[in-house]
């Protein structure tokens, strides 16, 4: 029993060392475009896997994106499941809330918006986003896909 909190501390502890400056993701916020929800077709949820990977960074987050009118939600999971960060698009304003402490994000969560964008919202669907300029890449696995009534 006493081994499951050593744990949880040894993986916040290499989470840490991979955090930059200041103890935030190790990956400073990128700009990138966006489209408009109300523009993107459909009312679906869809789950992808999204592995970040950078110099001294190489994680993974499941996400799960629902997609309703003119608003986009994108909620952020950890490898163990935990809630890491929720993104809210509307057409006039974007709303971020962080459930983990930005050290033990591998990426701004305003980025893995921007990416996924990029990866299936703007022009050919990809599975890889690289974002040279920032110094990373971003590759996206479809779990599931299903349309909403």
Wanted: with cysteine; aromatic share 4%; hydrophobic share 45%.
């Amino acid at each position: 029993m006493r081994a499951a909190p050593a744990l949880l501390l040894l993986a916040a502890l290499a989470a840490c060392a991979h955090s930059g400056p200041g103890g935030g993701p190790a990956i400073a916020e990128c700009p990138g475009e966006l489209a408009a929800p109300s523009s993107i077709g459909g009312e679906f949820l869809l789950r992808l896997r999204m592995r970040v990977e950078a110099p001294g960074v190489d994680r993974s987050l499941e996400l799960a994106v629902q997609k309703r009118g003119d608003e986009l939600v994108l909620v952020a999971f950890d490898p163990l499941g935990a809630v890491a960060f929720s993104v809210v698009q509307s057409d006039d304003a974007i709303r971020v809330e962080e459930r983990l402490p930005a050290a033990l994000l591998p990426l701004p969560p305003r980025n893995a918006l921007r990416d996924l964008h990029r990866a299936r919202f703007l022009g050919a669907v990809r599975d890889r986003v690289e974002r040279e300029g920032c110094g990373y890449s971003a590759r996206f696995v479809e779990l599931s896909r299903e349309a909403l009534p």
